[in-house]
């Protein structure tokens, strides 16, 4: 999926958000289509596939996060999160429950078109950081480049957070990994203190591995410390 032939789904009941938002997108070459509430936005989903969901909080009726619960049971697309509530606990429930990125209202037009550009560079396999190859350890091999996670057994389906999870363990295979580090590697966000969503984020991955066919007790727990991918 090249960037400008993404297709997304911005979902706010503030006008004034939405068309400021869809203009931005489709200006930069985006199909953007918009929803007022959760229940318009599943309907949508129902009738196109989607690259990228770009959500608020406060939705009248199903909120933002419950959307995103419903989401993430039908897509591993990213999650973007707009939003007037921007406390540290506000970004990470929204972190937690299978969003990707959060960006805090008032924003401007460029930060939100870096931050679309950067989750659909993840989400596609388009990102070209110096430094990304492939590598394998205990039968799976994580591809940088083209951001999948493979095997004998073939793909684990992973969102962008769960693959950088996987990728920053599996650089490290065999060693323990803190859950500060995974949180700063993964997300990039080094003022979160709160870690515990990457506790969540390592069961959602366990998960997946083993829906896969693969063994989940290849991410080990180390009590008190984080977690280390089995060499």
């Known amino acids: 999926m090249a960037e400008e032939s993404a297709r997304i789904l911005i979902v706010d009941d503030e006008p004034s958000i939405t068309e400021f938002v869809s203009y931005a997108m489709r200006k930069e070459g985006f199909t953007a289509d918009v929803a007022s ?3 318009d936005a599943l309907e949508l989903m129902n009738q196109h596939a989607y690259d990228l969901f770009v959500l608020d909080i406060m939705l009248p009726g199903m909120d933002g996060y419950e959307l995103c619960r419903r989401i993430r049971a039908k897509t591993s697309a990213p999650v973007l999160f ?3 509530r921007d406390t540290e606990l506000d970004k ?3 972190l ?16 939100l078109l870096a931050r679309v550009r950067a989750l659909l560079r993840r989400g596609s396999g388009a990102d070209l950081r110096t430094g990304h190859h492939a590598i394998s350890a205990s039968g799976i091999t994580v591809d940088e480049d083209a951001h999948t996670a493979m095997g004998d057994k073939g793909e684990i389906d992973l969102t962008p957070r769960e693959f950088e999870l996987l990728v920053s363990l599996m650089k490290n295979a065999g060693k323990v990994v803190s859950r500060e580090d995974l949180l700063r590697e993964a997300w990039g966000w080094e003022y979160l203190t709160e870690t515990k969503t990457v506790d969540t984020h390592i069961k959602r991955l366990r998960d997946k591995i083993a829906a896969a066919g693969y063994d989940p007790g290849l991410v080990e727990t180390v009590r ?8």
């Not at 937690?96 to 930060?111: N, Q, S």
């Open 37 to 39: 509430n959760g229940e």
């Open 82 to 84: 707009l939003s007037a």
């Open 92 to 94: 990470v429930v929204g």
């Open 96 to 111: 937690e429950i299978g969003g990707d990125d959060y960006l805090a209202k008032p924003f401007g037009v460029r930060e």
């Open 224 to 231: 008190g410390y984080g977690y280390r991918f089995r060499a």
